[in-house]
């Protein structure tokens, strides 16, 4: 039977490449829609926590995923040659920067190595990995094709941008628009099958490298503007204006605005990432991607300012930072999450450390975290480790932190965040 038969009669037994956020939420999915789907990943410590129905991602419900592993639904292995017997196979592996901030495309490649030995006739294969335009048919595709097999003959290859917000209450896997596109028409066709399975609506474009850019769209639109408003927040500071209150009139209009706000800095693992990857793969066709670079280092320096930021604070006191202790609130690389990835907590607790500031932390999703290169524990939130506080720093705006508390006993109040705008006390410093 066809592919494309087995994708419309749900005979076809899919594969995810990659368990982690992004690929155990689309293998729930799929299953969800009634294929077994096999789970790869070269973490036996992830397989043998699915295959006993515990999941590691807070988006996946422990029951949830039990329940379909129970039925035979999902089931996770670190044997690749189990690629044999799927029909479609998703890549979700990672995609960072190395040291010198250029793509590490080393995931991806080795994830297409891993799968190739197996590979069979009328089989797809998507690429998920958020990555610069090019990866799929310059990298991916010849990869694939040492297994004999021809993209767009006998094996379909596309590109369809992962889309996960972890933590979204609203939008998720199922209900998040997919864009797809295929190295060939009949690529896209077949991709744009797999996905219409199991996600509400699924866009299809011309070709992988439309695909691959349309992410990183998404994701430089959302830089450069946060850069924007960590520029304009400089400004407002010596203008004596408050840009928080300025962005809420602003969106107050209807249309042709949409609000981003200042902060401590770019953290996450797409936003401060992605762009980097269209500035690398720029460079080859002699093109200086300004916005991205100028947007970077806005960003970059947000730490940095936040450090001037809290000296000066300190200085109404007549305090120097060096001594003073600090209560960092909230770690965390946004508010209501546990993911600390580029956080910009930890290059602000590097320069607190290198002013001799005396640190301590909370943060209700963070149980520890790495100052001055020991790892220390969240300290319980109460009016005597506030008021002991010299300065309380807001990294961080966690929804479950009990601000009244915090304004009450603190002597002073850096807020990066404005999660104190509803409070009106001299001792709250807004960034
Ligand atoms: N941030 C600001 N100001 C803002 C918005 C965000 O300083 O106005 C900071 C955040 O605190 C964080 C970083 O930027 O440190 C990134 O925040 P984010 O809201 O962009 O959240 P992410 O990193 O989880 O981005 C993800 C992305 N999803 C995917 O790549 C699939 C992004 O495309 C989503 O638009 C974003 O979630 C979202 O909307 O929540």
């Known amino acids: 039977m066809s592919l494309e038969n087995k994708l419309s009669d749900g005979s076809a037994v899919l594969g995810v490449v990659g368990l982690g956020y992004v690929g155990l939420p689309l293998a729930v999915e799929m299953a969800h829609a009634g294929h077994r789907v096999i789970g790869f990943d070269v973490s036996g410590e992830k397989v043998d926590l699915i295959n006993k129905g515990e999941s590691y991602i807070p988006d996946v419900p422990m029951e949830e995923l039990a329940s379909l592993v129970d039925k035979g639904l999902i089931t996770a292995t670190t044997d690749f040659s189990q690629v044999a017997s799927i029909d479609a196979v998703a890549i979700c592996v990672p995609t960072p920067l190395d040291e010198m901030k250029e793509p590490d495309t080393s995931f991806m490649e080795s994830a297409a190595r891993a ?94 490298r439309a695909s691959e850019m349309t992410k990183l769209l998404e994701n430089i639109f959302r830089s450069v503007n946060i850069a924007l408003m960590n520029e304009l927040l400089q400004l407002c500071e010596r203008m004596n204006i408050n840009l928080w209150e300025v962005v809420d009139a602003a969106k107050t209009k209807p249309f042709g605005f949409m609000p981003f706000y200042p902060g401590p800095g770019l953290g996450g693992h797409c936003i401060p990432i992605d762009p980097f990857y269209l500035s690398w ?57 546990d993911d600390m990835r580029e956080s910009p907590a930890i290059r602000i607790a590097e320069l607190l450390q290198d002013k001799e500031a005396d640190i301590v932390y909370h943060d209700p999703y963070v149980p520890v975290f790495k100052v001055a290169g020991t790892e220390v524990p969240s300290v319980e939130l109460t009016a005597e480790e506030l008021s002991h506080a010299d300065v309380v720093l807001i990294i961080t705006d966690h929804s479950n932190v009990d601000y009244d508390l915090v304004v009450s006993h603190s002597q002073l109040i850096l807020d990066t965040r404005n999660a104190l705008k509803a409070f009106d006390d001299s001792k709250v410093v807004r960034l």
């Open 281 to 337: 793969k720029a460079r080859q066709f002699d093109f200086h991607t300004e916005f991205i670079e100028l947007s970077g280092k806005v960003n970059e320096a947000m730490p940095y300012y936040v450090i001037q930021r809290l000296m000066d604070a300190l200085n109404t006191q007549r305090k120097a930072l060096g001594g003073s202790r600090v209560l960092v609130l909230g770690v965390a690389y946004k508010a209501d999450i």
């Open 115 to 208: 799968i190739t030995p197996y590979l069979h006739a009328d089989m797809l294969v998507t690429l998920e990995s958020t990555t610069y335009p090019g990866t799929t048919e310059e990298i991916i595709q010849p990869i694939l094709e040492v297994s004999g097999l021809t993209v767009g003959t006998d094996l379909y290859l596309a590109f369809s941008p992962e889309r996960v917000d972890p933590g979204n209450p609203v939008y998720q896997t199922k209900n998040t628009p997919k864009v797809v596109g295929g190295v060939t028409p009949e690529c896209t066709k077949h991709a744009v099958a797999l996905y219409e399975r199991f996600i509400d609506t699924v866009v299809p474009v011309s070709s992988t």
